[in-house]
């Protein structure tokens, strides 16, 4: 209904079947949060989580 409607859709309380992502983006979930994928962080954290993920995506291209 959500793309019908062009309208986003998110899933939040993802915790912990590894296959909900997968099953999410099949009924068109636009995004996912938690904590099947990390634990809640603290503001202070995050520019150290993202500088990592943006190191790691960098090697893998």
Do not use: C, H, Y
């Not at 912990?16 to 995004?31: G, I, V």
Request: hydrophobic content about 50%.
């Amino acid at each position: 209904m959500t793309m019908l409607m062009q309208l986003s859709a998110d899933a939040l309380g993802a915790f912990a079947q590894p296959d909900q992502p997968d099953w999410l983006r099949a009924e068109a979930s636009n995004e996912v949060q938690g904590f099947l994928f990390s634990a809640a962080r603290s503001a202070a954290e995050i520019p150290k989580l993202l500088a990592d993920f943006g190191q790691r995506a960098s090697r893998a291209a």
